[in-house]
T-cell receptor, first 115, second 115 residues
Framework: DQQVKQNSPSLSVQEGRISILNCDYT??????FLWYKKYPAEGPTFLIS?????DKNEDGRFTVFLNKSAKHLSLHIVPSQPGDSAVYFC??????????????FGKGTKLSVIP | EAGVTQSPTHLIKTRGQQATLRCSPI?????VYWYQQALGLGLQFLLW???????NRGNFPPRFSGRQFPNYSSELNVNALELEDSALYLC??????????????FGPGTRLLVL
């Protein structure tokens, strides 16, 4: 049972345009959400997070939106740059009861930004 | 400030052997998490240590074990290695995982190959 889903395995975007990566979750107990960027054979790099009490968080070119009623979050990258090309993982925590804060990851979306 | 470090970067073992992987968290972080990324699969939670104690474990057999030392570094041991244990093992650290809102920062990973 996949609790965090990234339904698009890949996405191609022209340089300078907006990239929108989507993520859906099924467990309403999740209360903290994060986006990570990953290059092959490297560890994930933290990008941005949002707690369940907010619906938007912005950091430079990156904005995360959370729609709790739809159990959906998205990452917007504006403007997209070739260096943004990587696999993006959505992750969530807080679903395993009090004191359990491990992350549950989606399977990732490979973003390709075309110059 | 140094990030999360892991050693070794690569490890080759044969079936039935034991593997030991090491992780040093970011200075000031007391929580250490271990994740496995097997080929074709997403990142799966393995173990969580905080203040020297195992706080939670994922859906992995008991031959996956570990410990956390007084300096908060951690060791992951995999006994009786099987071919399907071949994967990228990632360590992450965070401030004390007691609020559920601490961001986890990842190391570069150890690539384990079981022959």
């Amino acid at each position: 049972d996949q609790q965090v889903k990234q339904n698009s395995p890949s996405l191609s975007v022209q340089e300078g345009r907006i990239s929108i990566l989507n993520c859906d979750y099924t467990n309403s107990m999740f209360d903290y959400f994060l986006w990570y960027k990953k290059y092959p054979a490297e560890g994930p790099t933290f990008l941005i997070s949002i707690s369940s009490i907010k619906d938007k968080n912005e950091d430079g070119r990156f904005t995360v939106f959370l729609n709790k009623s739809a159990k959906h979050l998205s990452l917007h990258i504006v403007p997209s740059q070739p260096g943004d090309s990587a696999v993006y993982f959505c992750a969530a925590s807080g679903a395993s009861g009090a004191g359990s804060y491990q992350l549950t990851f989606g399977k990732g979306t490979k973003l390709s930004v075309i110059p | 400030e140094a990030g999360v470090t892991q050693s070794p970067t690569h490890l080759i073992k044969t079936r039935g052997q034991q593997a030991t992987l090491r992780c040093s968290p970011i200075s000031g972080h007391t929580s250490v998490y271990w994740y496995q990324q097997a080929l074709g699969l997403g990142l799966q939670f393995l173990l969580w240590y905080d203040e020297g104690e195992e706080r939670n474990r994922g859906n992995f057999p008991p031959r996956f074990s570990g410990r956390q030392f007084p300096n908060y570094s951690s060791e992951l041991n995999v006994n009786a290695l099987e071919l399907e244990d071949s994967a990228l093992y990632l360590c992450a650290s965070s401030l004390s995982g007691t609020s559920g809102m601490e961001t986890q920062y990842f190391g570069p990973g150890t690539r384990l190959l079981v022959l």
